[in-house]
T-cell receptor, first 116, second 115 residues
Framework: GAGVSQSPSNKVTEKGKDVELRCDPI?????LYWYRQSLGQGLEFLIY????????KSGLPSDRFSAERTGGSVSTLTIQRTQQEDSAVYLC??????????????FGEGSRLTVL | AQSVSQHNHHVILSEAASLELGCNYS??????LFWYVQYPGQHLQLLLK??????LVKGIKGFEAEFIKSKFSFNLRKPSVQWSDTAEYFC?????????????FGTGTRLKVLA
């Protein structure tokens, strides 16, 4: 596609429910990133994919968070048993090459999650 | 661990004023440096980047940034801001030779330009 696509754009859920957030990167981009944007916290790194593997999962806040990527393309971020502190905007970005020569990250519009 | 500090969280300027947003990073080795901008209601987009060479880099919309290795800084500047520059600005760093591909972002600076 023309850009990074994320869905849903807005999600309101009740505490304790599971949610899935989807990211469709730019075609051909091998690297895919998930970030969380909270007010006053900037962009918090969650996880990075190179192809279908995740060399760096260090940013996932707890074992309630997981992510996968299939076919080197679409990625899903799953949050189980959501808590109110999970409320944030979840951003996905993709890049043509992950590594020393990589340049720009292309961001999606984000998925705004509100946990009641 | 690598970290990025942006000293100003909120900045308010009048049109035509000069802008300088501070950014410091913690890693002492070779780094790639970026400034991203998020206009109201829009997604993050690249403003400018530094990989190597001339430490003064120019980006879109008249922005520039200077890499000062001795100060671990990459401050963003614009000589004369416009109302349309109202946005949130994020500094970011990527270590190209550490084996990690993690981009670390600062907490952002919200700029409001008064018409």
């Amino acid at each position: 596609g023309a850009g990074v696509s994320q869905s849903p754009s807005n999600k309101v859920t009740e505490k304790g429910k599971d949610v899935e957030l989807r990211c469709d990167p730019i075609s051909g981009h091998t690297a895919l990133y998930w970030y969380r944007q909270s007010l006053g916290q900037g962009l918090e790194f969650l996880i990075y994919f190179q192809g279908n593997s995740a060399p760096d999962k260090s940013g996932l806040p707890s074992d309630r968070f997981s992510a996968e990527r299939t076919g080197g393309s679409v990625s899903t971020l799953t949050i189980q048993r959501t808590q109110q502190e999970d409320s944030a905007v979840y951003l996905c970005a993709s890049s043509l090459v992950g590594g020393a020569s990589t340049g720009e990250l292309f961001f999606g519009e984000g998925s705004r999650l509100t946990v009641l | 661990a690598q970290s990025v500090s942006q000293h100003n969280h909120h900045v308010i300027l009048s049109e035509a004023a000069s802008l300088e947003l501070g950014c410091n990073y913690s890693y002492g080795g070779t780094v790639n440096l970026f400034w991203y901008v998020q206009y109201p209601g829009q997604h993050l987009q690249l403003l400018l980047k530094y990989f190597s060479g001339d430490p003064l880099v120019k980006g879109i919309k008249g922005f520039e940034a200077e890499f000062i290795k001795s100060k671990f800084s990459f401050n963003l500047r614009k000589p004369s801001v416009q109302w349309s520059d109202t946005a949130e600005y994020f500094c970011a760093v990527n270590e190209p030779i550490s084996g990690t591909y993690k981009y670390i972002f600062g907490t952002g600076t919200r700029l409001k330009v008064l018409a």
